[in-house]
């Protein structure tokens, strides 16, 4: 069973760097080996100590899945933070770290949008963190329309159209769809700039 360097908890367990140490436990082993009693073991904690906070694997698993819907939100946050003035590119980047983050962390964005988590049951907590999620890129569209480069429709599905765009993207990047060899940063770049090109510019031609 893998080891972290973490420091044992003894009577100060937290909730939170225990999720923490489920992600990476996550990541390494994937969510079928995942549970309390493992997670507990890998860094030296009583294996009753995790239900102080959760009843079960399932409710572990949405406070993972909450952290993962707060990173996306923080990516669109950064992305329009680093280009306040190009709206533009705060979509473009929002969404190739995305699927940056996306290749880098696979076991968590496949919790996110995978069957281990039924939405129509999900927690209150879990549905706010997916909603700002959402509502951070958002307010990306709503930068690009405020400085009228964008149509006057719905942000709200633009938003939509232009996640659908980079988490399909992403999907094949993770299936292995796009390239027989890890794929290079540059290499994403490149894929999410020409998406981004289409989603921006549509596939009609203009009259």
């Given at each position: 069973?893998?080891?972290?360097?973490?420091?044992?908890?003894?009577?100060?367990?937290?909730?939170?760097?225990?999720?923490?140490?489920?992600?990476?436990?996550?990541?390494?082993?994937?969510?079928?080996?995942?549970?309390l009693r493992e997670v507990a073991?890998?860094?030296?904690?009583?294996?009753n100590a995790p239900y102080r906070?959760?009843?079960?694997?399932?409710?572990?698993?949405?406070?993972?899945?909450?952290?993962?819907?707060?990173?996306?939100?923080?990516?669109?946050?950064?992305?329009?933070?680093?280009?306040?003035?190009?709206?533009?590119?705060?979509?473009?980047?929002?969404?190739?770290?995305?699927?940056?983050?996306?290749?880098?962390?696979?076991?968590?964005?496949?919790?996110?949008?995978?069957?281990?988590?039924?939405?129509?049951?999900?927690?209150?907590?879990?549905?706010?963190?997916?909603?700002?999620?959402?509502?951070?890129?958002?307010?990306?569209?709503?930068?690009?329309?405020?400085?009228?480069?964008?149509?006057?429709?719905?942000?709200?599905?633009?938003?939509?159209?232009?996640?659908?765009?980079?988490?399909?993207?992403?999907?094949?990047?993770?299936?292995?769809?796009?390239?027989?060899?890890?794929?290079?940063?540059?290499?994403?770049?490149?894929?999410?700039?020409?998406?981004?090109?289409?989603?921006?510019?549509?596939?009609?031609?203009?009259?």
């Open positions: 069973m893998p080891k972290t360097t973490r420091a044992p908890y003894h009577h100060g367990f937290l909730k939170e760097s225990f999720v923490e140490a489920a992600i990476e436990y996550l990541e390494k082993n994937g969510v079928a080996r995942l549970s073991a890998a860094i030296g904690v009583s294996h906070h959760f009843k079960g694997k399932d409710a572990l698993l949405e406070a993972m899945a909450v952290i993962g819907y707060q990173k996306i939100e923080a990516i669109c946050h950064q992305a329009a933070q680093d280009y306040p003035r190009d709206p533009i590119q705060q979509l473009v980047e929002a969404g190739t770290r995305y699927v940056l983050h996306a290749i880098k962390h696979p076991e968590l964005h496949n919790l996110l949008f995978g069957a281990n988590i039924k939405s129509s049951a999900s927690s209150v907590e879990l549905k706010q963190a997916a909603h700002k999620a959402v509502m951070a890129l958002v307010r990306i569209i709503e930068n690009g329309q405020a400085a009228s480069l964008y149509q006057d429709r719905p942000a709200e599905q633009m938003a939509l159209a232009s996640l659908s765009a980079v988490h399909g993207l992403s999907q094949f990047a993770l299936a292995g769809h796009l390239k027989d060899s890890v794929l290079t940063t540059k290499e994403v770049r490149s894929y999410c700039a020409n998406v981004a090109d289409m989603v921006l510019h549509g596939l009609l031609k203009r009259k």
